[in-house]
């Protein structure tokens, strides 16, 4: 696309017009002044951005060379941490601090709840991803596996009365939990009403022998609303809401003994609207869809238009809830979950913008600038569907490699900032614990992002993927399985909320935790996912609005700051534990171990890419080798592409048995995406299949992969398959 010169950089004539007619006007920022801002910061960071990437190689390559020489760091763990040092890649803990930001939102520092990441590319996720702020408990249980799928309990085309009942008494149930009642169960209650006893505004409950009884903690009902026929019941408890719908009329009423038609719970608190892993943007049109989007979002009149069911159907935010408090005045609660962005993280560069020699800028610089001026849209409403009330901008930063990239990241938002006439530290920053050097560099990390961090999360894939490559020439790694299950995991996972805690996040800040991959197993989440919570977790990722309303639960059961005051004293797992991944040997396994395994990993990869490099799909619901749906992004890649990177350096696998294990996988593949009009067989076709050449590259070049990033590979093979369109 033809380039513009704009304070001696070039930038794409499309993305000067988007920004020019459709993000600046109502901005308060004029063309010439976001153009001259936006020169200064790439002059300014684009350099030490280009530094920084060069660093990573030079310490990998030391490492390699360290391994080589060594072995696996069991050999000597005190030698491997005295390397580390001495050569920087570890770096001298500060000092005892407490974190110093300001202005966060209460779904930040005080109120603890489910986290939802979705691909803001596409408008319809974006927007339901946002509207998960409220959701029908009635519906997630009835809808999901979270009620058993067999015998009498079988949902069908019509109304299951037997599964609506045990709907009815698993809510029942999890009321208990939350909102007890002195001497009864919700269970026995026939009638829910509001009434006015003394002047004073009472929650009346009756239970089927006559018999009035109340909430054991009565400070949790808190208003309510009417509109004559529908009556809505607002309790709370752990910060979060949940809503009793009365309503005798409606179908679902009617067959509830207490006129119940619906248990509406506060789930999604926070939702991560993301520019990277689960997008497939690869050029301008690309990231302007994905701009134009949270540009909608921000400004609040996002809408989008879809068929459905053979209707018409319109979507758009969902307006701010109206309740009638004890106090007989009215109040308002957000109608939607607070956003917040992920940007593109330091390695990937865009020709959307070249600097003054032609080369091409860091995309994540040109996100800090354009996300943020998005997000002035919404820092100047003072009324209607506002996003941050307490005037902040919220980025999520991933894939930094230890604290001089974030303070790079810091310095970025800095710079924007200035550009845009913003207060310091407006633009807040969520650091993404998933490489190794920011892991084991974490509270350095944070100390660096101090006074504008929001946030600190870990995530088992991309942190996998890093270990695997950092450690490549240390010798082969276990099935993927069994490295879930090594010691080093817990001590990432401990390190990142202890040091969290030490840092004073608890009350302030986000310890976040990683994604629930399987959206149709709703069951199991529920089983275990409350686990995340007593680690000290205020948020975890779930993979669908469903799945924030029934892990929404496990706030209730659990008291998020009570685990954390409980954990704050505890000893922090030290490097040696962090650095403990293990090595095999070459002949613990059999072929057919060997062999499962890398169809396992082959068969993820091509299930993923297929899609992502065809139909431009970052995120979905992938089939894996047993046709378990797991929800995917690039960090599922990261580390199957890398797994079988490390076999194959390591002789467990050849080049050969590589590429005859894809061409075995990809028919699976094709069998599994018959019913998509759109999909393109790759068995048959493999020499020029774009897919599936690139699926297999993944694999036979991820050990030379800058870090073990799949993204090089990808963005390359797309702007490929889109050419060849």
């Keep these: 696309m033809p380039h513009t010169n704009l304070n001696g950089q070039k930038v794409d004539v499309e993305l000067v017009k988007f920004v020019e007619n459709e ?4 901005s308060g920022i004029k063309a010439d002044r976001f153009w001259s801002g936006f020169a200064d910061l790439i002059a300014d960071c684009a350099p030490r951005n280009k530094d920084l990437l060069i660093k990573r190689e030079q310490l990998q390559g030391k490492i390699d060379t360290w391994h080589m020489e060594n072995g696996s760091v069991a050999s000597d763990p005190d030698k491997y941490q005295q390397f580390l040092r001495s050569i920087g890649y570890l770096v001298d803990e500060p000092g005892d601090f407490a974190i110093q930001n300001n202005h966060m939102d209460e779904e930040i520092s005080s109120i603890c709840g489910p986290q939802l990441v979705v691909p803001v590319s596409n408008a319809r996720f974006a927007l339901n991803a946002a509207n998960a702020r409220w959701g029908s408990l009635f519906d997630a249980l009835y809808g999901s596996d979270a009620v058993p799928h067999d015998g009498d309990l079988a949902p069908g085309a019509k109304h299951n009365a037997n599964r609506a009942s045990e709907v009815f008494s698993r809510s029942a149930t999890y009321l208990d939990q939350g909102f007890p009642l002195v001497g009864a169960s919700h269970a026995d209650v026939v009638k829910y009403s509001v009434d006015r006893i003394d002047g004073q505004i009472c929650l009346s409950i009756e239970t089927e022998n006559g018999k009035s009884v109340k909430l054991v903690n009565e400070n949790a009902f808190v208003g309510y609303a009417s509109n004559g026929e529908v009556l809505r019941i607002l309790l709370k408890h752990n ?12 179908f679902i009423g009617k067959s509830h003994k207490a006129d119940l038609a619906d248990i509406v719970v506060e789930a999604a608190l926070t939702t991560i609207q993301d520019c990277e892993d689960s997008v497939a943007a690869v050029d301008v049109s690309d990231k302007i869809g994905v701009y134009r989007n949270w540009l909608g979002l921000m400004k609040g009149d996002l809408v989008e238009r879809f068929e459905k069911n053979g209707k018409s159907v319109e979507r758009n935010l969902e307006a701010d809830r109206k309740y009638i408090g004890l106090d007989a005045e009215g109040f308002e609660l957000k109608g939607r979950a607070l956003l917040l962005v992920r940007n593109v993280g330091h390695l990937m560069t865009s020709n959307m913008v070249l600097d003054g020699n ?13 996300t943020a001026l998005c997000a002035l849209h919404d820092l100047k409403k003072t009324s209607g569907k506002r996003n941050s009330v307490a005037g902040s901008i919220y980025i999520v930063k991933p894939k930094m490699h230890g604290p001089d990239e974030v303070k790079l990241a810091c310095g970025i938002f800095a710079k924007v900032e200035d550009m845009l006439g913003l207060a310091k530290n407006t633009i807040k920053i969520g650091i993404m614990d998933e490489e190794r050097r920011t892991s084991a560099n974490l509270k350095a990390c944070i100390f660096e992002a101090r006074e504008r961090l929001f946030f600190i999360n870990t995530g088992f894939l991309d942190r996998t993927g890093d270990e695997i490559h950092t450690s490549l020439e240390a010798g082969p790694v276990a099935p993927k399985a069994e490295i879930k299950a090594e010691p080093w995991i817990k001590a990432y996972e401990d390190r990142n909320v202890l040091i969290g805690l030490n840092c004073g996040l608890s009350g302030i800040a986000q310890i976040g935790k990683g994604m629930w991959a399987m959206p149709d197993e709703m069951a199991n989440m529920l089983a275990s996912k409350g ?14 609005p469903t799945a924030a309303v029934l892990h929404a639960l496990h706030y209730h059961e659990a008291d998020v700051f009570a685990a954390q005051k409980r954990r704050h004293n505890e000893k922090t797992p030290d490097l040696s534990e962090l650095f403990s991944m293990s090595v095999i040997d070459l002949s ?24 992502w490099i065809d139909q431009g799909i970052g995120c979905s619901k992938v089939p894996d080798v047993n046709d378990v749906e797991l929800m995917e992004d690039r960090a599922t890649l990261r580390i199957s592409s890398q797994h079988i990177a490390n076999w194959l350096k390591h002789g467990l696998v050849s080049e050969k048995e590589i590429k005859t294990c894809f061409e075995k996988m990809a028919k699976i593949v094709d069998a599994q995406n018959q019913g998509d009009d759109s999909y393109q067989n790759m068995d048959g076709n493999f020499d020029k299949s774009i897919a599936f050449q690139a699926a297999l590259e993944l694999a036979l070049s991820g050990a030379v992969q800058p870090s073990g990033y799949t993204e090089p590979i990808l963005h390359r093979r797309r702007v490929e398959a889109k050419a060849a369109i």
């Design 239 to 250: 910060g979060l809401h949940m809503e009793l719908v009365i309503d005798s009329t409606s």
């Design 531 to 544: 686990d995340q919570l007593q680690q000290g977790a205020n948020c975890a990722w779930v993979p669908s």
């Design 588 to 611: 613990s396994l059999s072929k057919e171990q060997i062999s499962g395994e890398l169809e396992n990993n082959a068969q993820g990869i091509l299930g993923y890419v297929v899609r």
């Design 358 to 370: 032609g080369n091409e800028v860091g995309e994540g610089i040109i996100d800090g600038a354009i």
């Design 23 to 26: 993000v600046l006007p109502g």
